[in-house]
């Protein structure tokens, strides 16, 4: 009789150990991590004036290549010259410009610029580097010493570049990007190496640069929450584009907890028109029954979950989730490298899945999900009318402040690198599929929401 039961018991435990590892994923949350914040007033000049990265063009030269550009930024000298995606550093008495964060992480919107909005007017479709091989060329000849401090910028950009272009204008290949750079960096000393350490997929899986005013809000960085840590030591990751070692690298990080304590006090840009006060409360309560268990609350009684969402749960395009956690290698090398050393150590800790972000300023961050492939939240809560192929005018921009997002014409078919192709790998529109239920007048109500956020 004992061993009939014993063997009864046996069976159940196993009937429960077989549905405890075949039940659904859930989101789970993400912990937070120590930070170690510093002076926002010396970070934004930092970004502004500061040599995150030392080796560039030579300022003469990069004025030649690039000509005249409105600058946008308040600043004086040299800086006050050139765009705000770039600034003027001195290294050995030679004065180079090298590019900056604003790079992508501004953009000019309605004729202001926003900083800390990301930017979705670059195009990575067609990448070229004849414009830089002409000016190393020259530079060679006529200026050795000037050549001679910006060799490291032209050595990484003829190595990057030509593996980071994009098949769609407007998204940012940034994971990419910090592939190539890692590859090409002993982890440890993070001296160049011509060689690549590491295999490199063939394929650039695209992202949409999120806000800066939602890193305040976050536990991890990146869309797959991959980046847990020190935020300070990812915010200067683009460093390794130029960086001779860990003694450069040790000094710019210096100035990053700075940095990071101004994209912190960045605030949301406010909706700049009139909002239905009564359609807002509606919406509101519609978005705190469908939504905010995800994306959190705002207001009086704020809160955000920091959930990482399955995606067997979200079902939006999984490439860059997959890019993200698939490649142990890079995963290796960052988890190695100067970057997880310290007293505040950066770490990857591979997910399957994405943050549910925040949504404070989302009016202004259109296109949305994590490629950037639906241009208005109307087609974000409505599934059914995302556009397979679609286009905007990069030249003459214009908003829809009724769907809320870029106005877009659909084709039958892609017509070039400026339409959005949905059907390409790491392009695609699907998931997010939690608005489809609601009416249009639920839609709406909630979208005159999110106007205040």
């Not at 930017?119 to 580097?129: A, K, M, P, V, W």
């Not at 509101?284 to 995606?311: A, Q, W």
């Not at 709406?444 to 929401?449: G, K, S, V």
């Amino acid at each position: 009789m004992k061993k009939y039961i014993a063997t009864i018991l046996i069976l159940l435990l196993g009937l429960v150990a077989v549905a405890y590892y075949n039940k659904d994923p859930q989101p789970t949350f993400i912990l937070p991590s120590k930070q170690n914040i510093g002076n926002a007033d010396s970070g934004y000049r930092y970004l502004i004036y500061g040599d995150i990265l030392r080796s560039g063009v030579p300022y003469n030269f990069f004025k030649m290549v690039s000509g005249k550009s409105k600058n946008r930024l308040n600043r004086k000298g040299k800086s006050a010259q050139i765009g705000y995606s770039y600034n003027v550093v001195t290294s050995n008495g030679v004065d180079m410009v090298v590019p900056t964060c604003l790079m992508c992480h501004a953009q000019v919107f309605e004729d202001s610029l926003i900083v800390g909005l990301g930017n979705t007017l670059l195009d990575f479709s067609h990448i070229s580097d004849e414009k830089y091989k002409g000016a190393e060329v020259l530079l060679k000849k006529m200026a050795p010493k000037k050549y001679k401090e910006s060799k490291a910028f032209f050595t990484s950009y003829k190595t990057v570049y030509p593996q980071i272009e994009t098949d769609v204008r407007g998204v940012n290949p940034a994971d990419k990007l910090a592939l190539v750079l890692g590859a090409h960096r002993n982890p440890e000393t993070l001296e160049w190496t011509d060689s690549a350490i590491m295999d490199m997929p063939s394929e650039t899986i695209p992202s949409d640069v999120p806000a800066w005013w939602l890193l305040k809000k976050k536990n991890a960085m990146f869309y797959a929450g991959i980046g847990r840590g020190d935020f300070a030591k990812y915010l200067m990751l683009s460093n390794i584009l130029t960086v001779k070692d860990t003694f450069e690298a040790r000094d710019v990080y210096n100035h990053f907890n700075d940095v990071q304590a101004y994209i912190r006090s960045i605030e949301a840009p406010k909706y700049p028109f009139e909002i239905d006060k009564r359609l807002s409360k509606r919406g509101e309560r519609l978005f705190n029954k469908n939504c905010s268990s995800c994306h959190g609350t705002y207001g009086k009684r704020e809160s955000y979950p920091n959930l990482l969402i399955p995606h067997s749960i979200i079902n939006t395009d999984a490439a860059l989730a997959e890019f993200s956690f698939s490649n142990v290698v890079a995963i290796d090398w960052f988890n190695k490298s100067w970057f997880a050393q310290g007293a505040f150590p950066a770490k990857m800790v591979p997910t399957e899945g994405y943050v549910a972000p925040p949504l404070d300023g989302v009016w202004i961050t259109a296109p949305y999900l994590h490629n950037g492939s639906v241009p208005t939240i109307e087609a974000v809560l409505n599934s059914s009318i995302r556009p397979k192929y679609w286009t905007r005018n990069y030249d003459s921009l214009k908003y829809n402040y009724s769907s809320v997002g870029w106005e877009y014409n659909a084709h039958a078919e892609p017509i070039d690198k400026v339409t959005y192709n949905t059907t390409l790998k790491g392009y695609g529109n699907q998931g997010h599929y939690f608005g489809d239920h609601l009416t249009d007048s639920e839609r709406f109500a909630i979208i005159e929401y999110l106007k205040t956020l």
